[in-house]
């Protein structure tokens, strides 16, 4: 480990236990389809029969927010605030903060981009103060912010003052035909079974959607 990161709870190589406190969804596509409906009416044998479109619409969103949380995955960009305590940070020091969630580059394109990196300050009541983009970096080897030097006035009486709002783009997985199988098996069992109670026992689809997907759930250590 560098000499110059500091030791503790937010030290630079340790990514167990994780050093945010809290994370948030700020937005979030609900709007743009990812599964064409086509292929959702091929899938449910619905030709020539558009009178649950609107229906389906709402179902293929579903399906897609619940494949992203599966994965851990955007599908479209999806933007996080995670928040951080003032506890055994060096100030003065360069500090690691780790991310919750991370997406794959693409095309030229960063799949993870910093928006902003910020901290309440001690003033009475707190001003939050937004770091210049010079006094970070992404380290993309392990989905951290690495701040080149804490200030020396981030509030010790908050909980959690320092602020890192980022977001995940576009991972090219959502484009994989496993991954839209799998989909599409997950929007069909929502569309054949519209309440969470069944007669008799449930029983695990043989090869299913967690079969499909699991190859491609993320393993950190």
Same mark, same amino acid.
């Given at each position: ?15 167990? &236990? ?19 409906? %086509? ?9 020539? %029969? ?21 994965? *851990?995955?955007?599908?479209? =960009? ?13 100030? *003065? ?6 991310? &919750? ?21 001690? %003033?009475?009541? =707190? ?33 959690? &003052? ?9 991972? &090219?997985?959502?484009?994989? =035909? ?21 007669? *008799?026992?449930?029983?695990?689809? =043989? ?15």
């Amino acid at each position: 480990m560098s000499s110059n990161i500091a030791i503790g709870m937010y030290s630079g190589t340790p990514r167990n &236990p994780w050093s945010y406190q809290k994370v948030e969804q700020v937005s979030r596509d609900i709007l743009t389809s990812w599964l064409t409906l %086509d292929e959702i009416t091929n899938q449910l044998n619905l030709f020539h %029969d558009e009178s649950q479109d609107s229906y389906l619409v709402g179902l293929e969103l579903a399906t897609r927010m619940a494949i992203e949380d599966y994965l *851990g995955m955007s599908i479209f =960009p999806i933007q996080y605030k995670a928040y951080y305590g003032a506890v055994n940070q060096a100030m *003065g020091m360069q500090t690691a903060l780790d991310l &919750p969630e991370v997406s794959q580059d693409f095309r030229n394109t960063a799949g993870t981009v910093i928006n902003s990196v910020g901290y309440w300050n001690n %003033d009475q009541p =707190p001003i939050f103060v937004k770091l210049a983009s010079t006094e970070y970096f992404y380290d993309p080897t392990g989905n951290k912010v690495i701040v080149n030097a804490l200030p020396n006035n981030i509030n010790t009486v908050m909980t959690n &003052p320092l602020v890192v709002v980022y977001t995940t783009n576009a991972n &090219p997985l959502a484009q994989y =035909p496993v991954i839209k199988q799998a989909a599409l098996l997950l929007l069909t069992h929502l569309y054949n079974n519209r309440s969470n109670t069944v007669a *008799g026992g449930l029983q695990e689809i =043989p090869f299913g959607v967690a079969q499909l997907l699991r190859s491609y759930k993320p393993l950190v250590m």
